[in-house]
Antibody, heavy 122, light 107 residues
Framework: QVQLQESGPGLVKPSQTLSLTCTVS??????????WSWIRQPAGKGLEWIGR???????NYNPSLKSRVTISVDTSKNQFSLKLSSVTAADTAVYYC??????????????WGQGTLVTVSS | EIVLTQSPDFQSVTPKEKVTITCRAS??????LHWYQQKPDQSPKLLIK???QSISGVPSRFSGSGSGTDFTLTINSLEAEDAAAYYC?????????FGQGTKVEIK
């Protein structure tokens, strides 16, 4: 059973960089045809896809955030990470990491972390 | 970017009633439309993939239909445990996007 767990600071100051890590257990992050994504959800609102990294290391980002986002992977630790720079209060949200399957899975998000609340405030 | 618009935003339903949620895409996405359920303080859970394909472990009262731009999630005989927000999601093109959500409340 694959499990994902987000970790990182719960409070970030405006203009600083938000950094989160997702640790994957129950399977290797570099096996299979999977994408590893970050998704966020402001309180009481809907889901916004931030970006993803493939097992090969290639990345795709949401154009609305592309200039501020970097997603990377550390296969030795079975982790992938998110960095979001120049944050503002609008970046306050619950951040989820999730596994996205390939074509046969419909590119659906089949495993999710529990989510971690990140608040941007001075 | 493909915009997904769900209706209604909110629905209050009595147990055993049938619930229908629609999702309309701003352009044709074939069958690349999926549904998730999110209970309070939980992560989303995949319910239906490719518009109508069932997911192992999901109760059979959940079903999906549609193609192109118009899609429907149906919950037959609603149970109390189905109180949640429901989201549609398109994987036809990047950026992958979600509908704004439909909250289902149990009367």
């Amino acid at each position: 059973q694959v499990q994902l767990q987000e970790s990182g600071p719960g409070l970030v100051k405006p203009s600083q960089t938000l950094s989160l890590t997702c640790t994957v257990s129950g399977g290797s992050i570099s096996s299979g045809s999977y994408y590893w994504s970050w998704i966020r959800q402001p309180a009481g609102k809907g889901l916004e896809w931030i970006g993803r990294i493939y097992t090969s290391g290639s990345t795709n980002y949401n154009p609305s955030l592309k200039s501020r986002v970097t997603i990377s992977v550390d296969t030795s630790k079975n982790q992938f990470s998110l960095k979001l720079s120049s944050v503002t209060a609008a970046d306050t949200a619950v951040y989820y990491c999730a596994r996205q399957g390939g074509y046969s899975y419909g590119f659906t998000f089949d495993y999710w972390g529990q989510g971690t609340l990140v608040t941007v405030s001075s | 970017e493909i915009v997904l618009t769900q209706s209604p935003d909110f629905q209050s339903v009595t147990p055993k009633e049938k619930v229908t949620i629609t999702c309309r895409a701003s352009q044709s996405i074939g069958s690349s439309l999926h549904w998730y359920q999110q209970k309070p303080d939980q992560s989303p859970k995949l319910l239906i993939k490719y518009a109508s394909q069932s997911i192992s472990g999901v109760p059979s009262r959940f079903s999906g239909s549609g193609s192109g731009t118009d899609f429907t999630l149906t919950i037959n005989s609603l149970e109390a445990e189905d109180a949640a927000a429901y989201y549609c999601h398109q994987s036809s093109s990047l950026p992958t996007t979600f509908g704004q959500g439909t909250k289902v409340e149990i009367k």
